[in-house]
């Protein structure tokens, strides 16, 4: 009898399950039997979306070789904050949405907004609507990124669903340029790396460029780095003033992403003080130190930590939503 309830019970839920994927498939949301991200997400619905992006990219990255940088560090400052959800993409519209836009470190810093809105216009003209989130979008054009400045590449899960809010409180807290190692790695622990992921994923200041006032203190008050270094780089940035003046985080090949970072960091040329906190006695300077001698161990490793930083709480089925436009919501 106790057998017979039981399987009774079963074949009611598995009849439950699948009503509800029913359901859930006609309003084109995956079901929350199987909500993870696949590489094959868009197979049925999108499957030139990888192409679209690559394009748009390569064309974009032709034109400008800085903006593959720019999209890059978008994606970055996405994730950290409540995961890859495209917070960062949302313009201001009080009083539901606070941007991130606004937030400390990416006010006149953050770019790449447009070409963002260019990949996913084109995506979805291609693929008839809005199915692909503005989250996936972004986290295909910061592979395709690295791809183009001459990086490695990785496997993008796909199935993300884009925020109904931003978090501009939590973006406010976002690693910081002046921080040291200790709390640098503490801000890359409390989202789930490693110190290993902590030095791969720093590899991403092989390129793009840096305000004035984020180098600055280091420059002229700072004492790990290179003499002849900083005196070349004081040249771009004065001791006071012209906080906005750009400098490239890589003085020899700002446009080619590579394990140049880690090379300049154990010659003591790091631009940022966080850069150089990453080599300077601490529990960290071998893993740099094989960077700097290893590329391949280097491309290996910020693919793995980038696969994994795209799959941390990723929104999926009704928890999100797909928008019509990354700037606002639908």
């Known amino acids: 009898m106790g057998f017979f309830v039981s399987s009774i019970l079963k074949q009611m839920a598995a009849t439950r399950c699948?009503?509800?994927?029913?359901?859930l498939s006609s309003m084109l949301l995956p079901p929350?039997?199987?909500?993870?991200l696949s590489v094959s997400f868009y197979n049925k619905t999108c499957p030139s979306v990888f192409d679209v992006v690559k394009s748009t990219v390569r064309s974009a990255i032709n034109r400008e070789k800085r903006i593959g940088a720019s999209i890059l560090r978008l994606f970055f400052h996405d994730c950290?904050?409540?995961?890859?959800?495209?917070?960062?993409l949302l313009d201001d519209d009080?009083?539901?949405?606070?941007s991130e836009k606004n937030a400390r470190p990416n006010a006149k810093s953050l770019r790449g907004f447009e070409l963002i809105d260019m990949i996913k216009s084109a995506v979805d003209n291609t693929c008839a609507g809005p199915v692909v989130s503005?989250?996936?979008?972004?986290?295909?054009?910061?592979?395709?990124?690295?791809?183009?400045?001459?990086?490695?590449?990785?496997s993008v899960p796909?199935?993300?669903?884009?925020?109904?809010t931003a978090n501009k409180a939590a973006a406010d807290n976002l690693p910081s340029p002046f921080a040291d190692l200790k709390n640098i790695t503490k801000s890359f622990a409390d989202k789930g790396f490693t110190a290993k992921d902590m030095v791969a994923l720093s590899g991403a200041?092989?390129?793009?460029?840096?305000?004035?006032?984020l180098f600055r203190e280091h420059l002229y008050n700072g004492t790990n780095l290179e003499t002849q270094v900083a005196s070349d780089r004081k040249s771009n940035c004065p001791k006071s003033g012209e906080d906005d003046k750009m400098s490239s985080m890589d003085h020899q090949t700002p446009n080619r992403f590579g394990n140049n970072y880690y090379q300049a960091l154990v010659q003591r040329r790091g631009l940022l003080h966080s850069d150089q906190e990453l080599f300077n006695g601490g529990p960290v300077d071998d893993i740099v130190t094989t960077y700097s001698k290893d590329s391949d161990a280097f491309y290996a490793d910020f693919a793995s930590a980038m696969v994994k930083m795209s799959n941390m709480n990723p929104l999926t089925g009704s928890k999100?939503?797909?928008?019509?436009?990354?700037?606002k919501l639908n």
């Not at 796909?158 to 109904?164: E, I, P, S, T, V």
């Not at 200041?205 to 006032?213: L, P």
């Open 80 to 88: 950290f904050v409540a995961g890859c959800d495209a917070g960062v």
């Open 94 to 98: 009080p009083p539901r949405i606070d």
């Open 320 to 327: 999100g939503e797909i928008r019509k436009g990354c700037k």
């Open 32 to 36: 929350p039997c199987n909500a993870q």
């Open 205 to 213: 200041h092989s390129i793009g460029m840096a305000r004035c006032s």
């Open 134 to 154: 503005c989250a996936d979008v972004l986290a295909i054009a910061a592979r395709d990124s690295v791809v183009e400045l001459g990086g490695p590449s990785w």
């Open 18 to 23: 699948l009503l509800v994927t029913v359901v």
């Open 158 to 164: 796909l199935g993300r669903r884009d925020a109904r």
